[in-house]
């Protein structure tokens, strides 16, 4: 089901959190709402899920082209996974998933044995098969964020609505439940929006990247659209490492991986610029370095550990840098 | 050479705190209870058991059970409101709400019972004679009500307070000192415990459909279950406890508006000194109740908040 979110303000006091802000949001994507924090995002997601209200106004917010702006979030089908979890503590993995449809009125409430059944199937889908009778203080956090997607998941969500899905997890988890999600998501086919501030996240999960600065929307697009082609500095500076070059009044803006260094003797005057090597490191598959040129500015480069190794540096020795050529 | 960890002091200076902690404790804490046990036998059992079975003394424990029966139960839903309201929801004025919640610790409890006095006693804003025909015609219907067969009986005694609103130096007024002087407990009890929870599961609740009992009864009540069981059980110890407002609306008229802390002091004012301690016992031992209770409380709300995270 898709989203429509059209003009959408929002004020707290004098704070303008969101400020006319409209997007679309594909039926079946999968959504990353992307900024530094204070960008709005999050505000965004939760008045999406009905958690909070735009203030009044031409803006709509509509799910396949119904309005939902009044509809309580309650009766709004969303599934909403919160970025802590908000597992209810003093219930089983079970009775946690059960609870949205154990709180249907009496006409619409699933037998138990139907509610069981479904509970068992969500635990499988989410693969917690056996833990339905743990509490959450039992289970590890990237344990509790699926019970938390299985309990979101248990009330049919027309769509479903991450705050930060991985901000609490650590390194390692991180990344596995990263591509779990997506596959997850591949398999079930739910519009899903999800908050982040993890450009890498971002850009490796989603289908479409929506870049967020100061209550508005800077750009978006397909994840490497947006990479390849920020709208503006911001975006480039948010979305991966870049360096930033000052020549008189104008700044361009590289990324790392987009220089070749070469040999001193091979420099050409017409593309290259000497520097001279600060600082190597070359832990991991990717080593990067960092050279100042003649006009004192320093520059990010970003090499595989091969031509590393083929050009033999050393900290002191000068190279010539040239812009790659991009295809 | 032996070593010892940098925040430990040596052997003496130990000994000196300890020995001083456990005679600070003896002294002040375990002396007067002792005392009060002490006193209260010495004229020996018979006069301990007649001290609390006499008419007086059985009255005044009555009437204490009574006040603190109608006040805890008031308290713990105001305050489970009070929390929730202030926890829950940002408004304007929410501040000045909090520090109002206060105000009965703050001011003394005998200016706490004179409040009333002075709005329903004999010179008050509202003195007896001038609620009496306000309530006439409420009075009125009461004793048509109690006319009646089968329930009539639920209305006799409204009937004729209502004809004669007594407050101040009877049970009304008694109830409602009590009430105010122990407003404060629950909520402040709650407060802190609903503040650090936040709002997420409450959040969690309403997007999986729940509506407002489900998200209190579900969610809410159970997170904060021993914060409440706790405050309800400070607030009832300082509702049998309470003097000095009780003191001042109640007339201290013998086997009718005394309660027990009310009862020891007359007692203990006509010189009957085993008998005063005799009931004081009562309190001393509701207060070690009290204790036990608490102490279980903080054993199980300890091992439920080990799984917090």
């Known amino acids: ?327 | 050479m032996s070593y010892r960890p940098v925040t430990t002091e040596s052997a003496p200076v130990r000994l000196f705190l300890i020995a001083c902690a456990v005679l600070v404790l003896a002294l002040f804490l375990l002396l007067p209870l002792a005392a009060v046990f002490a006193e209260a036998f010495r004229k020996g059992w018979e006069v301990f058991l007649a001290s609390l079975h006499e008419e007086a003394a059985l009255s005044a424990i009555k009437l204490t059970l009574i006040a603190a029966g109608v006040s805890v139960p008031l308290n713990t839903l105001f305050g489970v409101s009070a929390a929730w309201l202030v926890t829950k929801f940002r408004f304007k004025g929410r501040s000045l709400l909090v520090s109002l919640i206060d105000l009965p610790f703050a001011v003394s409890p005998v200016i706490a019972g004179l409040v009333w006095v002075m709005l329903f006693g004999a010179k008050g804003w509202f003195p007896q004679s001038a609620m009496a025909d306000a309530f006439a015609p409420a009075a009125h219907l009461a004793a048509s009500l109690a006319e009646y067969q089968g329930f009539g009986w639920l209305f006799s005694d409204l009937a004729v307070w209502l004809a004669d609103p007594k407050i101040i130096f009877a049970l009304p007024g008694i109830v409602i000192a009590t009430t105010f002087v122990t407003f404060p407990f629950v909520a402040r009890e709650l407060i802190p415990l609903m503040e650090t929870q936040g709002s997420d599961q409450e959040e969690a609740a309403v997007t999986l459909g729940a509506r407002g009992w489900h998200v209190f009864f579900r969610v809410t009540l159970p997170n904060i279950k021993w914060g409440l069981l706790y405050g309800v059980l400070l607030c009832n110890a300082r509702a049998m406890g309470e003097f000095g407002a009780v003191s001042v609306v109640s007339g201290h008229i013998r086997g009718e508006t005394n309660t027990l802390p009310l009862h020891v002091e007359v007692l203990y004012n006509e010189y009957q000194f085993s008998a005063a301690f005799a009931c004081a016992t009562l309190l001393a031992f509701l207060a070690l109740v009290t204790l036990s209770l608490k102490t279980a409380v903080e054993y199980f709300s300890g091992h439920d908040a080990s799984g917090k995270h």
């Open chain 1, 1 to 327: 089901m898709s989203i429509s979110i059209q003009s959408i303000t929002k004020t707290f006091g004098a704070y303008t959190a969101l400020e006319n802000v409209s997007l679309e949001v594909p039926d079946g994507s999968l959504t990353a709402l992307l900024g530094p924090s204070g960008s709005g995002k999050t505000t965004l997601l939760r008045i999406v899920a009905g958690l909070e209200f735009a203030d009044p106004g031409p803006g709509k917010i509509a799910f396949h082209g119904e309005d939902v702006g009044d509809i309580p979030a309650g009766r709004r089908g969303v599934g909403f996974v919160f970025q802590h979890y908000a597992l209810f503590r003093h219930m089983t993995v079970a009775q946690n998933i059960a609870f949205g449809l154990s709180v249907l009125p009496r006409a619409a409430r699933p037998q138990k044995s139907e509610i069981r059944d479904r509970v068992m199937e969500l635990l499988k889908l989410v693969k917690l098969e056996g833990l339905d009778q743990r509490r959450p203080h039992e289970l590890s956090g990237g344990q509790r964020q699926r019970v938390a997607l299985a309990r979101a998941l248990a009330i049919r969500p027309k769509v479903l609505l991450l705050d930060e899905p991985f901000g609490a997890l650590d390194a390692q988890v991180r990344k596995d439940l990263r591509r779990w999600l997506r596959q997850f998501h591949d398999e079930i086919g739910l519009t899903t929006l999800f908050v982040t501030h993890d450009q890498e996240e971002a850009l490796e999960l989603s289908d479409q990247v929506v870049v967020m600065r100061n209550a508005r929307i800077e750009q978006v697009g397909e994840p490497q659209t947006v990479y390849d082609n920020p709208r503006s500095p911001f975006v480039y500076e948010f979305l991966g490492n870049v360096n930033k070059l000052h020549a008189g009044q104008d700044v361009r803006y590289v990324r790392p991986h987009e220089i070749d260094v070469l040999f001193a003797a091979e420099f050409d005057p017409a593309t290259d610029s000497l520097a001279r090597v600060q600082h190597l490191f070359s832990a991991g598959p990717i080593a990067t370095l960092t050279v100042k040129l003649g006009d004192g500015q320093f520059l990010d480069v970003e090499l595989s550990r091969k031509q590393l190794d083929e050009l033999g540096l050393s900290v002191g020795d000068e190279v010539a840098v040239r812009p790659a050529v991009m295809a």
